[in-house]
């Protein structure tokens, strides 16, 4: 196994959930002369249509040019994982019966191109075509809003939302991904390709250019309904080296910086002007496992894979004990929904004997992973190819440069990650492997493994008494685990480094949140 444990000692300073008090009096006002402010990124997305983008390079720059009706107040609690909701563009709703939603929208919103938000501007981003139906445009966007019937506009501020079945999480989708809300005149003149380049929205910062190789840059939007924003200019700057991205921020060519790994934590804090702030992601790692290749197709191989993987090891030696291993995808934000004392499965021993009860004979299993794209992708798969030897496994590492290689043709294994997008089960096992989910899409879970676990799912949409809705998802979890589609590896954590004067908090989601509210810069 490699040597890892080398990072322990570069280890400084312990991490601790950053938490402040805005003072504005100590801060400079959105009137006043404001600052340009430049984020470092590992990797920049293709698109910025927000609902065509749902990766955490994509979100954490869309969720300043967009909004949504309902916000989930992420910083509300200290460890930036709140899942309470509040008014956004919309200003109230009310639940007409479990299958119908009135929103009242906000008067006076602009958008980027000066015009009012109105109820047919909601309806356009939520219709038939878009985001749902057999021909959507965004086929990603089904797993959150296929359960909708329609959306109709009532009058000029009011919406109605009505669903197939009665839907428990309908404010929660509001609140959360691929509801942005989107400029119809601008979508219609400009058209989908051009719109995905250079939106037109209602968030905090518009568009200048964006180039996924380069950079994105965004202006303020003064006509903000939450205020000014309190910079001039954003940029998020593609710049893959982490050694770069760390030069940049110490030379003041950067005022924040992503993607730093555990073992640099503290010798980039030690800068007496540069402090990290970090969160435990509501996101895993996981593995993914090809159901059709010859070897794979016996679901006993799969959960030796598993059952060989040490995660507590893992993250006690490539996270230095900062990621959380948690109970399947099941997760404590789920409240009423979270299944205590559930475990996920380590067990060389068994590992070794279902491989024996598969007659599997030591052929080749290759796992790919690109070298940067997660935070210890690289070292991670190291350790799993170690680890499955260690139980007889014949494992090949390869590293490409793209997903789309990582995820060709003689790939077995490759590396993923799952988002919680609703705080419940239906916004994290079941959208990213239920039939919406682009595991299922492409085949890679192969149809008769997949029925029961999709019952159990479908089943589970249209429940809503929370006893029957638990049973269901206990069912989903121990189909999912004994089915080994794929394997989880832990919860990582994600640092920041960012120039101590600034004010500025993360969230458990790669969002990163640029309002007036949560980004202030000391006076000149």
Known sequence: MPNINRRLLLQGAALTPFIFDFVPSAFAAAGA??????????ALPATLEPAREL????????????????????????????????????????????????????QGVKFHNGDELTAEDVAYTFRDGRLRGEKAQIPSGKPY???????????????????????VLLEQRLASWCAWIVNKRAYEEMGFDAYSR??????????????????????????????????????????PELAAR????????????????????????????????????????????????????????RQALANAIDRQKLVDTLWLGKAEV?????????GQMFVEGRKLPYDPQKAKALLA??????????????????????????????????????????????????RSEGAQIYNWSNSTRLPDPLGALWVAWGPGGEIQAKDVWSIDS??????????????????????????????????????ILYQPFEAYAIKKSIQWRPTTFYFMDLRPDNLRFPQA
Not at 33 to 42: C, G, S
Not at 145 to 167: E, N
Not at 369 to 384: D, P, R
Request: glycine fraction near 6%.
């Open 33 to 42: 002369t404001r600052p340009d402010f430049t984020v470092a990124v590992a």
């Open 55 to 106: 990766s955490n390079v994509g979100t954490r720059v869309t969720y300043s040019i967009f909004d949504t009706l309902i916000r989930r107040d992420f910083l509300a609690t200290p460890d930036g994982g709140g899942s309470a909701l509040k008014p956004h563009l919309a200003t109230s709703w009310e639940r007409v019966s479990p299958s119908e939603l009135i929103v009242h929208l906000r």
């Open 145 to 167: 809003f296929g359960v909708l019937k329609d959306v109709i506009a009532i009058d000029r501020y009011t919406v109605r939302f009505t669903t197939k079945v009665d839907d």
């Open 198 to 239: 250079a939106p037109v929205a209602t968030g905090p910062y518009k568009v200048v250019s964006h180039s996924q190789n380069d950079a994105t840059a965004l202006e303020a939007f003064d006509d903000y309904f939450l205020g000014k924003p309190t910079a001039r200019k954003v940029t998020f700057r593609a710049v």
């Open 246 to 301: 760390v030069a940049g921020l110490v030379s003041g060519e950067f005022d924040l910086i992503t993607n730093v790994p555990p073992d640099q934590v503290g010798i980039i804090g030690g800068y007496d002007d540069i402090e990290v702030r970090s969160v435990v992601l509501a996101n895993v790692h996981v593995l993914v496992f090809d159901n059709h290749d010859k070897v794979l197709a016996d679901k006993r191989v």
């Open 326 to 334: 948690p109970g399947s995808h099941n997760y404590p934000e789920y």
């Open 357 to 406: 009860e598969a007659g599997y004979k030591g052929e080749k299993i290759v796992y790919r992973t690109q070298a940067s794209y997660y935070t210890n992708a690289l070292e991670a798969a190291q350790v799993l190819v170690e680890m499955w030897k260690a139980v007889g496994i014949n494992a090949e590492l390869q590293v490409v440069e793209t997903s789309d290689q990582m």
């Open 450 to 487: 997949r029925k029961a676990f999709n019952d159990y799912g479908k089943a589970l949409e249209a429940e809503t008494d929370p006893a029957k809705r638990k049973a269901l998802f206990v069912k989903m979890l121990d189909t999912w685990e004994d089915e080994a589609p794929g394997t």
